[in-house]
């Protein structure tokens, strides 16, 4: 069965600061593996997507790096600005379309 | 393009009551998922329909919960009866299927659900 743990839990950084958030999967063989950001009361907003052959994906200050060998993936968020404010959550793909998520990290970035 | 639409947003009800949810997905998006996210947990699959069909509802409590999807477009979730448990956002998605392979998913608003 796949898990998924996503640490911290929760992250205050001051705007400007670089940040990188982690997420980690208990089993190797997935299909591909997301990043979805939630604002309070809504839905999920898909932001980078990495296929299993892939190492990384960019978008804008966004950058998702996955190493599926050893069960990680991790967010970079450059230049952190206050509507980046959010949870990030990660999810795994591992077998037919299942997706299995994190718990999620709540990001504060203080003006 | 038209995203996910879900109704109601919110909806509160005494334990015991039944509720339904209703979703409306991307046009010409074959996969139909809906979620349960519990406050500060990440989403868990109920079930998922693929047309009219479904695909894997091994998650979805049916002793009180269903769903449907007849005409492989719209989906009606139902709880009966509620349970103080069940309080929580209940999210839909769809996806595209091409070939043997499912796309990205995209995700409605969500109906937040508070049973007393």
């Known amino acids: 069965k796949q898990e998924v743990t996503q640490i911290p839990a929760a992250l205050s950084v001051p705007e400007g600061e670089n940040l990188v958030l982690n997420c980690s999967f208990t089993?190797?063989?997935?299909?591909?593996l997301q990043w979805f950001r939630q604002d309070p009361g809504k839905g999920l907003t898909s932001l980078l997507l990495?296929?299993?052959?892939?190492r990384e994906q960019t978008s804008g200050r966004l950058n998702a790096s996955l190493d599926k060998s050893s069960g990680r993936s991790t967010l970079y968020i450059a230049a952190s600005q206050p509507g980046d404010s959010a949870t990030y959550l990660c999810?795994?793909?591992?077998?037919?379309?299942?997706?299995?998520f994190g718990e999620g990290t709540q990001l504060t970035v203080n003006p | 393009e038209a995203g996910v639409a879900q109704s109601p947003r919110y909806k509160i009800i005494e334990k015991r009551q039944s509720v339904a949810f209703w979703c409306n997905p991307i046009?010409?998006?074959?996969?139909l998922y809906w979620y349960q996210q519990i406050l500060g947990q990440g989403p868990k699959l109920l079930i998922q329909?693929?047309?009219?069909?479904?695909?894997?509802d091994s998650q979805l409590p049916k002793d009180r919960f269903s769903a449907e999807r007849l005409k492989g477009v719209d989906s009606t979730l139902k709880i009966q009866p509620a349970k103080l448990e069940d309080s929580a956002v209940y999210l839909c998605?769809?996806?595209?299927?091409?070939?043997?392979?499912?796309?990205?998913?995209?995700f409605g608003p969500g109906t937040r659900l508070t049973v007393l």
């Open positions: 089993d190797s063989a997935i299909y591909n």
């Open positions: 990495i296929q299993s052959s892939q």
């Open positions: 046009s010409g998006h074959a996969t």
């Open positions: 329909f693929q047309n009219n069909g479904v695909v894997d």
């Open positions: 999810a795994v793909r591992s077998s037919g379309s299942r997706l299995t």
């Open positions: 998605a769809s996806s595209s299927f091409v070939g043997s392979s499912y796309n990205e998913q995209f």
